[in-house]
Nanobody
Framework: QVRLVESGGGLVQPGGSLRLSCAAS????????VNWYRQAPGKERELVAM???????HYLDNVKGRFTISRDNPKNTVYLQMNSLKPEDTAVYYC??????????????????WGQGTLVTVSS
């Protein structure tokens, strides 16, 4: 069994900061590209940031200069540092591993895995 678990969400005032964590558990061999998505009420889920296995990053235009995605491969954890938060950043944030390679004990398999989400609320 493999899982992604997000944490770090909560209530923060505009201009504040939060750091989200996405920790993978299970018989992980390698995690390639990892994405952070968010979904606000009444809106489509949107890609916020992504990081490749070599550390290359990409961001949604709305969060450039404010959000930073990073990864700690030995810990199988990806982070999203969010600074200068705005009310429009309020959403449930999900991490997604596009190509998570894990061991079944017999062979290696590749799987797309989603976390359960963590709620970020930005409000004064």
């Amino acid at each position: 069994q493999v899982r992604l678990v997000e944490s770090g969400g909560g209530l923060v005032q505009p201009g504040g900061s939060l750091r989200l964590s996405c920790a993978a558990s299970g018989s992980i061999f390698r995690i390639n590209t990892v994405n952070w998505y968010r979904q606000a009420p009444g809106k489509e889920r949107e890609l916020v940031a992504m990081i490749s296995s070599d550390g290359t990053t990409h961001y949604l235009d709305n969060v450039k200069g404010r959000f930073t995605i990073s990864r700690d491969n030995p810990k199988n954890t990806v982070y999203l540092q969010m600074n200068s938060l705005k009310p429009e950043d309020t959403a449930v944030y999900y991490c997604n591993a596009e190509d998570l390679i894990y061991s079944t004990g017999i062979s290696y398999k590749s799987l797309k895995v989603w976390g359960q989400g963590t709620l970020v609320t930005v409000s004064s």
